[in-house]
């Protein structure tokens, strides 16, 4: 072993990840033995379950690297090939050494390989390559990973390559670090869809409810007076039908929260729900409130993001709460303490962090199928339930699933991504117990399946006086938004998104000049200094950087993963391309909240006048 590449590789570990320095520092390797194999190179030998396990051949280690690299994919575009393991840096030596140019994503799990390896390896190489490197084992921590190199590439395409010696070793992990990335691309492609079919909708939204701010209160002023309360969260899955007998006799006996879909199951059902979750921005949202009976008395948890028809059907309690970009912002200029609430695929990832942030403990989830559960995809009583069928799911590429019982159910990717983000929000609250009640739905990580019947009998059986509890905080606290304080703020964003919109407009015609005058590279160069001017312009204004930049950040993904192949054909400069559609969508998004300020107004008369 070499101890002086070891030294200069911890003094490297310091600089750059101190963290993993103080580990590697008190390493001290007990399953995993350095030897030579019969070519006299050195090996490694692991031990599992009282079996050694050599990492390398033990004949032809040079053979087995090229076997290895002769797998992987041509070098394209933003491909990220995740290698599995670094061994003692044979294949990554060769592959750094190759022509052949990669973004890559070394995951080495084991901490007694990772140390034989700084005996031969020599770290500081990586500074010249495009890598990313995370020595752990544990998945929470390597998904946490993967999505910053998602958010720093700008790309999805994993290419996932385990060197040989791990495959037997580490499979069980490596398929959970599979499954993560997965889930990853799944998560993004699933907010991708969404903000496209949205955004301009929100950003209306925002303005709009913005605008009925005053008497509303923010959801940090609940304090602890909700603390060891029972919750009760409720979807409109198919499940939720068995269960609405039961969830009418628990009325004060929790905090019942319908989100979504299931206020219209409860209406329709005569059930009263303490409290409703909205911030699905789409006019079919306030269609489901449309009929409101026995429910004009709950309170509304809403986000700035809601259909901005929502709010005037609520007359009682309103509470917000800080989800996105903007909200935050309001929250800043409102000079109010902000507590930003988990956002998911659904409404329920946002309810779900809210209850458990509130104190509520147990929560209880009810209706939350994750699953076209009894051949539906609500249950009935919903606004928009059907009826379907297997093989029409099948047939439209739903994904096969079991549910909690074993039993086979049709999927999609959003609820996937649903249930994915639920399971990661449960382990951030160990203290809190999460009980699943949804008796057809899929099994959810952390929570334990019971049956509501029981759970009510066991541990819902005193009265806890919630709408009460409702109006003292709302009494309180519901002149703590001022009407001149939005008014002002209004007069903020209307001032910068002016800008905004000027600036990106000189932006625009700046690069369309510069893609007419392709052969003139000191025009092309002169024209760039100036797109970077107004970008420095734009970088000044608040409302540019902490709102109308987050909003489009997909879209600076999306943009930046435009074809090649079509960019060739058309003989297109694809940065330049891209920032193009990048400051007109900008431009787009500000052209909305400019007329939603001029005409809102009179849209919102009109509502509170129905």
């Not at 050494?97 to 770290?123: K, M, R």
């Not at 699933?401 to 996937?416: C, D």
């Not at 819902?460 to 001149?484: A, D, G, M, W």
Request: net charge positive.
């Amino acid at each position: 072993m070499d101890k002086k590449i070891f030294n200069q590789n911890l003094q490297w570990l310091k600089k750059h990840n101190h963290a993993l320095f103080q580990k590697i520092r008190k390493t001290k390797p007990l399953s995993t033995l350095l030897t030579l194999n019969k070519q006299g190179l050195p090996n490694l030998i692991k031990k599992y379950n009282g079996k050694d396990y050599p990492i390398y051949s033990d004949y032809n280690i040079g053979r087995q690297c090229s076997l290895w690299l002769d797998n992987l994919p041509k070098a394209t575009g933003k491909q990220i090939i995740v290698i599995y393991g670094m061994g003692l840096g044979y294949e990554l030596l060769e592959l750094l050494n190759s022509e052949v140019f990669y973004s890559l994503l070394i995951i080495e799990p084991d901490e007694e390989i990772f140390y034989y390896n700084l005996h031969f390896f020599d770290l500081s190489c990586l500074e010249k390559h495009n890598v990313y490197f995370i020595q752990d084992n544990r998945p929470e921590e390597i998904s946490r990973f993967i999505s910053e190199v998602i958010k720093q590439q700008k790309s999805v395409k994993f290419f996932f390559s385990p060197l040989p010696g791990y495959d037997y070793l580490f499979r069980g992990h490596i398929e959970q670090i599979q499954l993560a990335i997965k889930e990853k691309i799944n998560a993004l492609l699933v907010s991708i869809n969404t903000v496209r079919s949205h955004d301009k909708q929100w950003v209306q939204n925002y303005i709009l409810n913005l605008k009925q701010l005053f008497n509303c209160v923010p959801v940090e002023r609940f304090g602890s007076i909700f603390n060891n309360v029972p919750a009760v969260m409720v979807g409109a899955g198919p499940s939720l039908e068995n269960d609405l007998p039961i969830l009418k006799e628990l009325y004060d006996k929790a905090l019942i929260v319908p989100v979504g879909s299931a206020f219209s199951v409860l209406e329709n059902n005569g059930i009263k729900g303490h409290a409703v979750g909205a911030i699905d921005g789409s006019f079919a949202e306030a269609r489901l409130f449309e009929k409101n009976e026995y429910n004009q008395d709950i309170a509304l948890f809403f986000s700035f993001m809601v259909n901005y028809k929502v709010l005037p059907m609520f007359k009682r309690e309103k509470f917000f709460f800080a989800l996105h970009s903007f909200d935050q912002y309001v929250y800043s200029q409102l000079a109010q303490e902000c507590v930003k609430i988990a956002s998911g695929a659904s409404v329920s990832i946002s309810v779900l962090d809210l209850l458990a942030k509130m104190g509520c403990n147990p929560i209880i989830l009810v209706g939350q199928d994750l699953c076209y559960s009894k051949n539906q995809t609500y249950a009935k009583g919903a606004t928009y339930f059907e009826e379907t069928r297997p093989e029409f799911l099948k047939g439209k590429g739903y994904i096969e699933t079991k549910n909690k019982h074993g039993e086979l159910v049709y999927t999609t990717r959003s609820m996937l991504a649903m249930r994915s983000a639920t399971e990661a929000l449960i382990k951030i609250y160990p203290e809190t117990t999460f009980i699943n009640c949804t008796q057809y739905g899929l099994p959810i990580a952390g929570a334990y399946n019971a049956c509501l019947e029981d759970i009510k009998k066991e541990k819902l059986n005193r009265c806890y006086e919630i709408s009460q509890r409702f109006r003292q905080i709302y009494q309180n606290h519901k002149h703590i938004v001022l009407p001149e304080q939005v008014l002002n703020i209004i007069n903020q964003i209307e001032a910068q998104a002016t800008k905004i919109k000027e600036y990106c407009a000189k932006i625009i015609t700046t690069i369309e000049e510069v893609f007419n005058h392709t052969k003139d590279n000191r025009f092309k160069i002169k024209k760039l200094t100036i797109v970077k001017q107004l970008e420095k312009k734009l970088d000044q204004l608040l409302f540019y950087n902490q709102v109308i930049k987050q909003e489009v950040s997909l879209y600076n993904f999306l943009f930046n993963n435009l074809s090649e192949h079509a960019a060739q054909l058309q003989e297109i400069d694809l940065p330049l391309e891209a920032k193009k559609r990048y400051y007109s969508k900008i431009y787009e998004l500000c052209l909305i909240v400019l007329n939603a300020i001029q005409y809102g107004d009179a849209e919102l008369q009109s509502l509170n006048n129905m």
